[in-house]
């Protein structure tokens, strides 16, 4: 395999993984409810070209919950409408200009506590993933592999 490409498909809630030409895998998202933008505190979904730059949670459960990437307890699988990280992060770096303040927004890929909201617009600015599928591509992207993040 190549250098491993994601592209995360806003309009159809989608991130796949691509191998040079070749679709491989394709996993529902949840991005942010508040639409797309870069602007500090927008809790908006960054648009563009970034690479994953850290990882977090190599050998942790996935329902470990994070705070400042680092783990602070276990989710028990209660409803609950703070919006946890769970299980893994992929934290993101713009490598454009009108994106480059994505590091010190914190945007990530992550688990989450909601995956009933998996493929709605439903995050505050990061992309959501189901836990299992996270943990997945985890194990397979590098860090500093290309995200390319686009409304359609």
């Known amino acids: 395999m190549a250098t491993p490409v994601l592209k995360v498909l806003i309009s159809f809630q989608l991130l796949e993984l691509w191998d040079g030409d070749e679709k491989t895998r394709s996993y529902p998202i949840s991005t942010s409810m508040f639409g797309t933008g870069n602007e500090e505190g927008s809790l908006r979904t960054p648009l563009g070209t970034f690479k994953i730059c850290e990882k977090y ?62 493929g709605s617009a439903t995050s505050h600015g990061c992309i959501r993933m189901k836990r299992h599928d996270v943990a997945s591509l985890y194990e397979i992207i590098p860090t500093g592999s290309l995200v390319h993040i686009s409304a359609t």
Do not use: C, V
Request: hydrophobic residues 30%; glycine residues 12%.
């Open 57 to 118: 949670g190599k050998g942790q459960s996935l329902n470990t919950i994070f705070k400042g990437r680092k783990p602070m307890g276990q989710w028990t699988g209660e409803t609950s409408d703070d919006d946890l990280i769970l299980g893994r992060i992929l934290r993101l770096s713009g490598l454009e200009e009108h994106n480059e303040n994505t590091f010190q927004r914190f945007i990530y890929i992550h688990g989450t506590n909601h995956e009933a909201t998996i």
